[in-house]
């Protein structure tokens, strides 16, 4: 080769590695990171080998075509990454950037490698559509090899830009999406595309901004304030999952938890609300606590900690948003994270303070029993180690959504002021005997007819008649809450997790 020829490789090489004056000073107006800082954030020092430096080198301005793909170790662990660099052409796809995307893809399938989505690209260059959108190995294979990598390695997106078009499906096949507030997008078409198409005059941060979808749609699960806070958010989630799903979590040295399990922290009256945040923190070891999804559907909270230093899901109403009242979107959050725990190996806790799902109009028009289903059948699908505890009160259906006995939990246990019910006493003794209360002139009367049609129900319901029926599995103290679920998540440890014989289910989607 020429000295002209070897010049121009190395010219090829360095041009991938800075961006532009131009290019770094937009970066920094925007408080984003070059993508090789990012990438050198997420993995361990020395450790990133790359793929495709040389994408598309014979061309003017696009080195590595706009993304930089390869892999390297988050912790020790091995790992694969897609990050777009919005300093080339604002990270948008051309037929050499779908051909690397493809080739991480398969080499997850192949080698089971977990895969880090860094995005932040204006989507496909219309210039190259026949070239990347259309063909075998165009950028549909992208998302086919998404969909068959999902709950075989675990796929963690961080949305630092936009994610425009079809490049918005991205994030939405990954298990964890965190987007960098103020900086984050993800929308199918633009606000002009918008108003031009279906003249609706938008924002951008109202069509498809970080908060919006954190809070609305629930296609973002978590919100970032800058790059930095997103990669450790990432790797964090990262921490609680295996590799694949052929292994299981990791394990850490364990911690007591931050505070005691005393009788006072659920208040016996189930009209007063409280933070079900308080009664996880005592459980779980110290600072332990990844809430995913904290801003959407808050009437449930889902989250990883860890158990004497072992991940656990945990899934828990939360009786200090709505009464803890599961709706569409918290049944939606439920089957999501459900069956992320279950594909990976991660045994469940439910945490159950549930009045039931809601009734009306409005939630019938969204379709709650539609969605309510999708929860049910990932709490019935789920094979991983369970455990139930009915901290409070399991009303309705809302006790087989919170994996009550009938969907066999390794244990379903209760504290001894719990209730378990079709539903609460006064709901019921209205429902049964309204027309008798009403037909009584006297109100001292009527109120003790009342209280004793309750006293009665309350009896009917009573915890140690379940506990003596076998209908739950013991009553705990609840300074032995922790103890007792350490030692019946090791009595699960090796169940049989088998469920069904067939290719799969018909999800009620």
Request: charged residues 25%; proline residues 6%.
């Amino acid at each position: 080769m020429t000295e002209n020829g070897v010049d121009a490789i190395r010219a090829a090489r360095r041009v991938t590695m800075a961006p532009s004056e131009r290019a770094a000073a937009k970066l920094a107006e925007q408080s984003k990171l070059f993508v090789r800082e990012r990438i050198g954030a997420l993995f361990d020092e020395g450790s990133f080998v790359e793929d495709g430096q040389l994408a598309n080198a014979l061309a003017t301005g696009l080195p590595a075509d706009g993304v930089v793909t390869g892999r390297g170790l988050v912790d020790g662990r091995a790992a694969l990454v897609v990050a777009n660099d919005p300093s080339v052409k604002a990270g948008s796809w051309g037929a050499r950037t779908v051909e690397k995307i493809i080739r991480v893809t398969e080499t997850a399938l192949r080698d089971e490698l977990p895969i880090f989505w860094f995005i932040d690209s204006a989507g496909a260059r219309i210039t190259d559509q026949v070239e990347l959108f259309p063909g075998r190995r165009g950028a549909g294979r992208i998302f086919h090899n998404q969909v068959a990598l999902s709950g075989k390695v675990p796929q963690i997106c961080c949305l630092f830009g936009p994610s425009a078009a079809g490049g918005a499906y991205i994030p939405s096949f990954c298990d964890l999406v965190i987007m960098v507030e103020g900086n984050a997008s993800m929308y199918l078409g633009s606000p002009r595309m918008a108003e031009m198409v279906v003249g609706e005059k938008v924002s951008l941060e109202e069509m498809g901004g970080a908060r919006m979808h954190a809070s609305v749609s629930g296609c973002g699960d978590q919100l970032a304030v800058d790059d930095h806070d997103a990669i450790e958010q990432a790797k964090a989630y990262f921490g609680y999952l295996p590799s694949n799903f052929r292994r299981h979590p990791p394990v850490y040295d364990p911690l007591p938890p931050a505070e005691e399990f005393t009788d006072e922290l659920v208040p016996a009256n189930e009209s007063v609300g409280y933070d079900i945040r308080t009664v996880i923190t005592a459980i779980i070891d110290e600072d332990s606590f990844f809430e995913v999804k904290p801003l959407f559907a808050p009437e449930l909270v889902v989250g990883f900690g860890l158990l004497e230093g072992r991940p656990i899901g945990i899934v828990a109403n939360q009786p200090a948003v709505k009464g803890g009242v599961l709706f569409v979107d918290s049944a939606d959050k439920a089957a999501r994270f459900i069956t992320g725990c279950d594909a990976f190996n991660v045994p469940l806790l439910y945490l159950a303070d549930v009045p039931g799902f809601m009734i009306g109009s409005e939630v019938e028009r969204q379709g709650i029993i539609r969605h309510g289903a999708k929860m049910i059948t990932a709490v019935s699908e789920a094979t991983v180690p369970t455990v139930s505890l009915i901290v409070r009160k399991a009303y309705g259906a809302g006790l087989y959504a919170m994996s009550g006995p009938g969907f066999g939990p390794d244990a379903t246990l209760a504290l001894p002021t719990a209730k378990i019910a079709v539903m609460g006493p006064e709901a019921a003794v209205n429902a049964v005997y309204a027309n008798k209360i009403n037909a009584i002139g006297d109100a001292a009367e009527r109120e003790a007819y009342v209280a004793r049609l309750r006293a009665e129900y309350e009896a009917d319901i009573d915890i140690l008649r379940l506990a003596a029926d076998l209908v739950i599995d013991a009553i705990i103290e609840p300074s032995e809450v922790r103890s007792e679920l350490i030692a019946r998540f090791a009595a699960a440890a090796g169940k049989d997790r088998h469920f069904s014989e067939r290719r799969h289910g018909v999800p009620p989607v």
